[in-house]
């Protein structure tokens, strides 16, 4: 569950500091959970869950699948096409400029429903 949440959390484009602010924990703690030294308890779950926008479920899903594959190349730098990386930083700074909460969600949404494995 830690690799997940660094996953998301860096797909995101988001730090550790910023995730734990968003979900009321130290940078610490994040790195503790991240890790997996720390146990999750199920609000704590929750509360991770919507700052990175998944369900719960996420957590919990295979890591065998080709989208973790493709983050993990994003994220080290190892994808063969660099405007890719540039164009999901890009993306995701976008998303979080909409500053109106319903019509990022209705962005978020819309995303999700194109995406053929999200």
Do not use: C
């Amino acid at each position: 569950m830690g690799e997940r949440t660094r996953l998301r959390r860096l797909e995101l484009g988001m730090n550790q500091t910023e995730l734990g602010r968003a979900v009321g924990l130290t940078l610490q703690q994040i790195q503790k959970y991240e890790r997996g030294i720390n146990r999750v308890s199920s609000s704590r779950l929750f509360d991770l869950s919507r700052a990175l926008h998944v369900s719960v479920s996420y957590f919990f899903e295979g890591l065998e699948n080709s989208r973790s594959a493709q983050l993990d190349e994003l994220v080290s730098g190892e994808v063969e096409d660099p405007s890719l990386r540039y164009e999901t930083r890009e993306l995701v700074r976008a998303y979080y400029g909409i500053s109106d909460p319903i019509l990022r969600s209705k962005v978020w949404d819309l995303a999700m429903a194109l995406a053929p494995s999200a």
